[in-house]
């Protein structure tokens, strides 16, 4: 895990080579065939980790593209056998092995229905690959450790990529800067180490990273972590912070992280142990970078944490119990 973290700005540079027309990612052909088609609504389908890589894409189109989103369950088409009528939709499978049969499944039926479809993932002979009407390949190589880190932010500049983001050309750099802080990490890690149970939040770009580092937590380190949005923690569940319950919160610049401002507030009322994380934090603070592209690197340090955190513990992040690298549901 130590290693393939390491390994993420190599990976970006590698995507940002090879995003242009006939290259190896196949970024560009995508990218093409999506602006073809004009697509009036699109539908994402992922799982587990790469279910949070679809969450960011879905702010990304919704609020840089205009179009409506939705996140499919993919038990509507297999268990329940629903057939819909998807012409001029865009349906995004992403997965880093391209090898859930659900996700398949999910995929042939809005293929049948009309759909146009892609498929991104870390294995372009995958049956997910190879099914789709376009692939993107994120060039991640392969991912041995059972916590996703390189496959997970391939996916979300893939991703961005795929629907026109621009400006990235920095963020290996940026990237490079910030993992090369994982002593100041290893020293928060030890606050956690007798932690029960925590809670992470963030609002708009930053929620899809509070759901991964949660995660991260659960599966590397066995704490029962839970994600929250900022709006929703403030419907109900700030019942649950207390000085026991550390709070992770996810804050950059722009319109997220100004509209996180009332959620710090109360958490401040009640008197949580707050640990914030990003461009507008006041304690893990990160470079700024465009608000679409500030979830690369949020996520770098609590990738960082929650291996710190489980090696404190005594266990193995490589090999979380009863977990394997790919599962397949159905």
């Not at 196949?26 to 609504?41: C, I, M, N």
């Not at 499944?105 to 809005?110: K, S, Y």
């Not at 958490?267 to 603070?285: H, I, M, N, P």
């Not at 960082?304 to 955190?309: C, E, G, I, M, N």
């Amino acid at each position: 895990m130590a290693a393939e973290t390491a390994e993420q700005p190599a990976v970006w540079r590698r995507q940002l080579a090879e995003a242009g027309p006939g290259g190896a990612s196949g970024l560009a052909e995508a990218a093409e065939l999506v602006r073809r088609r004009a697509p009036r609504f699109v539908l994402l389908v992922a799982r587990g980790t790469s279910d949070h890589a679809a969450l960011y894409a879905k702010y990304l189109v919704e609020i840089t593209l205009g179009l409506p989103v939705g996140l499919v369950s993919p038990s509507t088409y297999t268990a329940y056998g629903r057939r819909p009528d998807l012409r001029d939709v865009l349906m995004v499978a992403v997965s880093q092995s391209g090898g859930s049969p659900d996700l398949l499944r999910t995929l042939e039926v809005a293929k049948a229905g009309g759909a146009l479809t892609v498929s991104v993932t870390n294995n372009a002979a995958s049956a997910l690959a190879t099914t789709a009407d376009a692939h993107v390949d994120v060039l991640a190589g392969p991912e041995r450790a059972v916590a996703a880190t390189k496959s997970y932010t391939a996916q979300l500049l893939a991703l961005n990529l795929l629907f026109g983001g621009a400006g990235a050309d920095a963020l290996p750099d940026l990237g490079d800067a910030i993992l090369a802080r994982d002593a100041e990490l290893a020293a928060l890690a030890v606050r956690y180490r007798f932690a029960e149970r925590m809670i992470t939040t963030g609002r708009g770009y930053s929620y899809p990273t509070a759901r991964e580092a949660a995660l991260k937590l659960m599966e590397t380190a066995y704490v029962s972590a839970q994600a929250f949005s900022g709006a929703d923690l403030l419907h109900g569940p700030l019942a649950l912070v207390e000085p026991r319950v550390p709070v992770l919160a996810v804050t950059s610049a722009g319109a997220g992280g100004q509209a996180f401002a009332p959620v710090l507030d109360a958490l401040a009322e009640r008197r949580a142990d707050v640990v914030t994380v990003g461009s507008a934090a006041r304690d893990v603070v990160l470079p700024e970078t465009a608000e679409p592209l500030a979830p690369l690197l949020e996520i770098l340090p609590f990738q960082l944490l929650a291996r710190h955190v489980a090696v404190d513990r005594g266990g193995d992040p490589d090999a979380p119990r009863g977990l394997r690298k790919v599962t397949e549901t159905l």
